[in-house]
């Protein structure tokens, strides 16, 4: 079974800070592209961060400055550190596993920035 657990959304204060966990298993963790993406009411998803097998990182100018993503492969788990949070920010946050064609994607955690 190929899984993706979210944690860590909730609800803050807009300039507030949350940090979100991406769990994976039944992959080789190691060589898949990470990434979040982030879906707001009415809205397309979008991607807010991306990072590569060899750490190499990328971000919407949405976001930029203020989250930040990173991996330990030893424990299987992306994270997203989100800070100087501002209401539109809030979406519903998914973790994505991508290696090739093949992509996974966790089941969502709903962040809110209330201001």
């Known amino acids: 079974q190929v899984q993706l657990e979210e944690s860590g959304g909730g609800l803050v204060q807009a300039g507030g800070s949350l940090r979100l966990s991406c769990a994976a298993s039944g992959i080789i963790f190691s060589i898949y592209t990470m990434a979040w993406y982030r879906q707001a009411p009415g809205k397309q998803r979008e991607l807010v961060a991306h990072?590569?097998?060899?750490?190499?990182?990328n971000y919407p100018d949405s976001v930029k400055g203020r989250f930040t993503i990173s991996r330990d492969n030893a424990k299987k788990t992306v994270y997203l550190q989100m800070n100087s949070l501002k209401p539109e920010d809030t979406a519903v946050y998914y973790c994505?596993?991508?290696?090739?064609?093949?992509?996974?994607w966790g089941q969502g955690t709903q962040v809110t920035v209330s201001s």
């Open positions: 990072i590569t097998s060899s750490g190499s990182t």
């Open positions: 994505n596993a991508a290696l090739a064609t093949r992509n996974t």
